[in-house]
């Protein structure tokens, strides 16, 4: 199984900042993720972080809002832009090693805006 | 929409009790995968069942994917204060059978365990 390092694991921001949480993989992995877990509620996917191209958004999320790197199939970058009280979640990157297998999650940024 | 629905929201339990939790969702799923998040984890994955029926066990976990890949269920007997979180079902749509959502997983909306000791 894959080893994913995820950071911060919590940060307190203020209304209108932006914060970029960062996530690094052990191996080359070909389908990240990024989820948000809204307190005591479901994972919500926010996007699949492609590798070299612009990452693709679910409904309801757009780049402008939370803009995804990819430099490499080993390293992710998610932002949340212009954040409000609404933003703050648990958000949660993830990837895949098949196309129908199992999801792997790094530890989770707990995110509390003010 | 594709919708995977999860109940008991909420289940509290002597320890020693069983307990059970039930996902059915709207469209045909290629897989049911369950998951464990424990308070404060992130979630962590138990089992993945992709044949139409078939059943899986775990020590005192089972696990069933119905006849017709829409449901499924776990169930955990004499529970264990170890066994507190929240599980959670999640399954992709199956694109042969008009999901639009391929190979993502849609989570149900999880069921929180509580065990009194």
């Known amino acids: 199984s894959a080893v994913i390092s995820q950071k911060p694991s919590r940060d307190i921001c203020q209304r209108g900042t932006s914060l970029t949480i960062q996530c690094q993989v052990d191996?080359?992995?070909?389908?990240m993720f990024w989820y948000r877990q809204q307190p005591g509620q479901s994972l919500t996917l926010i996007a699949t972080?492609?590798?070299?191209?612009?990452?693709?958004?679910e409904s309801g999320f757009v780049i402008d809002k939370f803009p995804i790197s990819r430099p490499n199939l080993t390293f992710s970058t998610l932002t949340v832009s212009n954040m409000s009280p609404e933003d703050s979640s648990i958000y949660l990157c993830?990837?895949?090693?098949?196309?129908?297998?199992?999801?792997?999650f790094g530890s989770g940024t707990q995110l509390s805006v003010l | 929409g594709q919708q995977v629905m999860q109940i008991p929201q909420y289940q509290h339990v002597q320890e020693g009790e069983d307990f059970t939790t039930y996902c059915n969702s709207s469209t045909t799923l290629s897989n049911i995968q369950w998951y464990k998040q424990r308070p404060g984890g992130h979630p962590v994955f138990l089992i993945q069942?992709?044949?139409?029926?078939e059943v899986k066990k775990q020590k005192r976990l089972t696990f069933q994917f119905g006849e017709a890949k829409k449901n499924s269920s776990l169930h955990i007997t004499a529970t264990q204060t170890t066994d507190v979180g929240t599980y959670f079902c999640?399954?992709?749509?199956?694109?042969?059978?008009?999901?639009?959502?391929?190979?993502?997983?849609?989570f149900g909306q999880g069921t929180i365990l509580t065990v009194h000791p």
């Open positions: 972080a492609n590798q070299g191209s612009e990452a693709t958004y």
């Open positions: 999640a399954g992709p749509f199956d694109p042969n059978a008009g999901g639009t959502s391929y190979g993502k997983l849609t």
């Open positions: 069942l992709v044949k139409s029926g």
């Open positions: 191996s080359q992995v070909t389908m």
């Open positions: 993830s990837l895949r090693t098949e196309v129908f297998g199992k999801l792997f």
